[in-house]
C-alpha cells in the first residue's frame, strides 16, 4: 500500500454506534427515539446474497484506514460492475486532511497520490486473474490507468519511478497517444483538439485486450475524450477515479468548456459506487459561542444509499439519515444543521431567517431534474 496508507486517521474520523449515537457534547443530550437497529457494520462479500449485501452496504462505516478504503471500494466497483454499470465513479480524499491544507503540497503532490491510489485500485482486479473463473465472471482482469495527455503520463511515470507496465495484467497509458514516428516536441491536437467538447480526429484508440479504464487526472475539458473512449469500446469499464466530477460539472457550459448538454447525455449516466466527500461549515448564532463550526460527510458504498454523516468531534460519526438519491449538497448541509439543531447545539431558525440564508434556491442547475438527463449519477 501506498506510503499514506495509515494516515486516513487524520482524514476520516471512525464512525461508529448506532443511530441513536453519541451526543455531540456533554451539555447536549438527544431526545430522539432510540433505534435498535445497528449502523456501522462492516460490509459483506461480494458474493453474498442480495439482500444482506444491500442491507449491510446501507449501514456501512466510512474506511479507518487507506487499506480497508481500497478493499472497500474494489468490493463496491465489483458489485456494480456485475450490476452491469459500465461507467462508475471512485471518490474520496486522496491524502490526509491535513496535508491538503498544508501551502506547499501542489498539484503535482496531489496527482502522485491519486495516481498511486489507481495503480493499487487496478492491480485488485488485475490480481483476480488467478482466482476461480467462474466467481469472477465478469470482472475485468485486464486494466489500463489513462492520463489525459502523454505529457501528464510522463511527469507521473518519471515523479513516481513507476514503468508503463507495472503489474501483470496492468498498464498505463494515455487518452491521446501520438505516432511514435512522430519526434515533434509541441503536439497541438493533445493540447487544444479537446476545447468545446469537440472529438479527437481519431486520436482516442480503444487499447487491445483491455477490459476496463481507469481514469486519472482529467479536467472538464477532457471528459469528452472519456465520451468518445466509451463509444468506441462500449463493453468495456470506465472508471472516473478521484475527478472530483462535482466540480468539473459546475464548468460545463463556460467558454472553452464542454456545453451543460454534456451533463446530460454523458456525465448524468456515470454511477457513484464509492462515494466520500466531507464538508465544514459555519453559522453564527444569537447566543454564545455566536459562531458553530461543523462539518460532516456525504457517503455511500455500493450498492447502499447516500448516508448524511455528523462529525461528533469526539473522534466519531453520527448517521444524520440516508436515501436512496443522494441529496444536493445544499439539502446535505441542512440535514447536518437540523440535526444540530436537535441535539441543541443551534437554535431553530425562523422560516424568513432561514429563507434569507439560503435563498429560494439551494441546488446547482445540474443536481436539479433534468428532461433529458439520467438519474444514474445521483443513485
Known sequence: MVRYGFQIASLLLLATGSESFTSLSTRAISTAPVSTKLFNVPPPGTNADPATIKDRSD???????????QVNCVRAAELAIKDGHK?????????PAQVLEMDDVSAYDVAEANFKLSLDFAKSFAAKQNDDEEAQVGIPKNVAILFPDESEMDIALERTSITADPYPGVQISSLRTSDPRDTRFF???QTFMSLFGG??????????????YVIVIASAQELPDV????????????????????ILRGDLGAPAFPPKDFQDRFLSTVKPVYYLRTRQYSRSTSSPPFMVNFQGCL???????????????TGSYRRVGGDKFRP???EFKEQLAKALEVEGVMQKEGSVL??????????????????????????
Open 199 to 212: 472529438k479527437s480526429g481519431g486520436i482516442i484508440k480503444p487499447l487491445e485486450g483491455v477490459e476496463m
Open 354 to 379: 432561514s429563507f434569507l440564508r439560503t435563498g429560494y434556491k439551494t441546488t446547482t442547475w445540474w443536481e436539479e431534474e433534468r428532461e433529458d438527463a439520467s438519474d444514474s449519477w445521483r443513485t
Open 328 to 330: 444536493p449538497l445544499g
Open 227 to 246: 465520451e468518445e473512449l466509451h463509444e468506441l469500446a462500449p463493453d468495456a469499464v470506465i472508471c472516473f477515479y478521484n475527478l472530483k466530477l462535482d
Open 59 to 69: 449501514r456501512e462505516s466510512p474506511p479507518q484506514s487507506f487499506y480497508q478504503l
Open 187 to 189: 503536439k497541438p491536437e
Open 87 to 95: 461507467l462508475i465513479e471512485v471518490e474520496f480524499p486522496p491524502l
Open 299 to 313: 457517503f455511500r458504498s455500493y450498492p447502499g444509499e447516500f448516508q448524511t454523516l455528523l462529525d461528533t468531534g
